[in-house]
């Protein structure tokens, strides 16, 4: 039977490009996001592969989480695997030069943001005693490095929550499992530096980074085992990365 996915952070990255591997794997797709041209171009681009529907919310607004779950169609009501992928870095500061709007975007979308949308959909796995949550978090979740502080620290707490969730929902037979990516080329550095693009190219430079489609072969590998396997907590870098700081460059 198909599978249906509910994919957050769909209009860019990690996210569009499992949904593109989900698609060709004829997993029904409710794609999210705020941009909706970017929804629109996805929806029209896989429509042919899959059943998709788009919801735009902000992660950050709870009502609008709660509101666009509740206004799904009966076909995508039943959500059977929940990647929570939203979010990104913002600035590269430390501590004491630290932006404090900064630190509450990446506090309200990687972390609240990731606690709404669970909350919502979870009591429907749980009705079900069926599901799957693919939580993204990073190699900053395991390891702090310099100026990387808060966004470090929302990566770290979406660790606890994967390991929290696991535990709590296991009497219900839901699997819960983590992709902790390095360094992967996506819009995240031209976020984290506010447009600045030169300096986003520079992060990726003189070393093969991971792509997109990297990450999201391995989302589907997880989400395509036996449901009595569940790959709990993966963590995957290129080849040239060794560590959050060390990374061969030529
Ligand atoms: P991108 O910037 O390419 O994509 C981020 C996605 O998150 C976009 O689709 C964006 O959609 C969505 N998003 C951001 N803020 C909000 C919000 N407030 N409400 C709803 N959606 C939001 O970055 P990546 O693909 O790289 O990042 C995806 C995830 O992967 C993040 O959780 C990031 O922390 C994680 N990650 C990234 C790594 C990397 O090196 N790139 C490595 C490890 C983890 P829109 O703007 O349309 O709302
Ligand atoms: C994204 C990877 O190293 O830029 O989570 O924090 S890193």
């Excluded at 499992?18 to 929804?39: D, V």
């Excluded at 042919?48 to 995508?76: G, I, Q």
């Excluded at 979870?122 to 599901?131: C, E, S, T, W, Y």
């Excluded at 992060?203 to 980074?209: K, L, S, T």
């Amino acid at each position: 039977m198909r599978k249906t996915a509910f994919i957050t952070g769909a209009t860019s990255g990690i996210g569009r490009e499992i949904a593109r591997e989900f698609a060709t794997h004829n997993i029904r797709l409710i794609l999210c996001g705020r941009r909706q041209e970017r929804l629109d171009e996805l929806q029209n681009e896989l429509r042919s592969k899959t059943e998709v529907h788009t919801l735009n919310f902000d992660v950050r607004d709870r009502e609008k989480v709660a509101a666009a779950v509740a206004s799904l169609p009966s076909t995508f009501r039943t959500i059977d695997i929940l990647v929570n992928n939203a979010g990104n870095a913002h600035g590269l500061d430390p501590i004491q030069q630290g932006n404090v709007d900064d630190w509450d975007a990446m506090l309200d979308i990687n972390v609240k943001g990731l606690l709404y949308v669970s909350n919502v959909i979870i009591p429907q796995m749980v009705a079900r005693n069926a599901g799957h949550i693919l939580n993204i978090g990073s190699t900053a979740g395991k390891e702090v490095y310099p100026n990387g502080n808060v966004y470090c620290a929302s990566k770290h707490a979406v660790d606890a929550l994967n390991q929290g969730m696991r535990i709590d929902l296991n009497a219900h037979g839901i699997r819960v499992g983590a992709i902790n990516p390095g360094l992967v080329e996506t819009e995240f550095s031209d976020v984290r530096f506010k447009g600045d693009t030169e300096r986003a190219e520079k992060v990726y430079q003189g070393y093969q980074p991971l792509t997109p489609k990297d990450v999201a072969e391995i989302a589907y590998f997880i989400v395509s085992r036996p449901t009595h396997v569940n790959i709990a907590d993966l963590m995957v870098m290129c080849t040239a990365q060794a560590s959050s700081t060390i990374v061969k460059k030529e």
